[in-house]
C-alpha cells in the first residue's frame, strides 16, 4: 500500500492528495453513520447528535508547517500534519464517547495510530476532547493509499467551549490577555460539572424507566396468573355441577 507521502511535487499531486484526503473522509464518514444506524437498531439509542468534517485550508496547512520548522512541501505536508483531513463526532455524554472510541477502534479496515485522552488529562487551558488519528485504505482504479484521519469525540458542552476558546485566540492571535484565559479555564470546569450531573441525570432516568418496565412486567404477570387461577376454579366449579346432574 501506497501513503500520500509517495506523491511528487506540483499542482497535479496537491489536487490527488487533497482527492484521497476528501475521499478518507466520505469512508469514515460513512463507517460512521452505519455505526450510529446499527447502535440505534440494536439499543434504541444514537450515540452520536452530529458529525463535522473539513480539510484543512492552504493556508493553514502552510501556518502549521513553518510554526514546526517545516519547509511547505507536499512530503511535510502529508507526513507531518496530521489533522488536514478531520472529523468531529459530538455526542451526549461522556459515555458515549469511550463506546465510540471503542467501536472504532474495532473496524478490521482502520488502523489506529494513536490516541490522546484529553478528558481524563486536559490541557491547561481546559480543553477536553478525545482525539484519534487513524488511516483508512482509500481504493484507486491501481493502488491502495492508505490515508490519514484525525477524529475529534467531544460531548455538545465540550464542542460548545472548544468553539469559543477557538474564536477567542483566533481574535488575539494566540496571545489573549491571562485574565481572559483565566475565565476560559473556569468555564471549563463549569462545563466538566454539567457533563457529570447531565450523565448522572440520564443514567438515573434509565435506571428508573428499567424499574418502571420491571414493575409493569410483574404486573402483567400476576395478572396472567390470576386469569389462570379463575379459569381453573371455573373449570371445576362446571365439573362437580355436571357430576351433581
Known amino acids: 500500500m501506497q501513503t500520500p507521502g509517495n506523491f511528487n511535487e506540483g ?23 452505519i455505526l450510529n444506524d446499527e447502535f440505534l437498531h440494536v439499543h434504541q439509542y444514537n450515540p452520536i ?37 478531520g472529523l468531529r463526532i459530538v455526542c451526549s455524554f461522556t459515555s458515549d464517547i469511550y463506546q465510540m472510541a471503542d467501536m472504532i477502534g474495532k473496524q478490521n479496515d482502520l488502523t489506529v495510530l494513536w490516541v490522546k485522552d484529553y478528558i481524563k488529562h ?41 468553539s469559543l476558546e477557538h474564536k477567542i485566540y483566533y481574535k488575539f492571535e494566540g496571545n489573549a ?10 468555564c471549563a470546569g463549569i462545563v466538566s460539572m454539567l457533563d457529570a450531573k447531565m450523565l448522572s441525570l440520564n443514567e438515573a432516568i434509565v ?17 396472567e396468573q390470576m386469569q389462570e387461577r379463575m379459569k381453573v376454579s371455573s373449570d371445576e366449579s362446571f365439573e362437580i355441577e355436571e357430576d351433581g346432574l
Request: glycine share 2%; proline share 3%.
Open 49 to 85: 447528535e452530529y458529525i463535522k468534517s473539513r480539510i484543512k485550508s492552504p493556508e493553514s496547512i502552510v501556518k502549521k508547517l513553518r510554526r514546526n520548522g517545516y519547509e511547505s512541501t507536499i512530503s511535510n505536508m502529508v507526513n507531518y500534519v496530521n489533522d488536514i483531513a
Open 177 to 186: 490577555p491571562e485574565y481572559i484565559s483565566r475565565d476560559l479555564r473556569e
Open 122 to 162: 486536559p490541557k491547561d487551558s481546559g480543553y477536553k476532547s478525545y482525539h484519534m488519528l487513524v488511516t483508512v485504505p482509500i481504493f484507486l482504479s491501481d493502488r491502495v493509499v492508505d490515508t490519514k484521519v484525525e477524529i475529534q469525540i467531544r460531548t455538545i458542552a465540550m464542542d460548545f467551549w472548544a
Open 207 to 223: 435506571e428508573a424507566k428499567a424499574q418502571a418496565e420491571e414493575r409493569e412486567e410483574e404486573k402483567k404477570e400476576e395478572q
Open 11 to 33: 499542482i497535479d499531486s496537491w489536487k490527488t492528495v487533497i482527492f484521497l484526503y476528501n475521499s478518507a473522509l466520505k469512508e469514515v464518514g460513512t463507517k460512521l453513520e
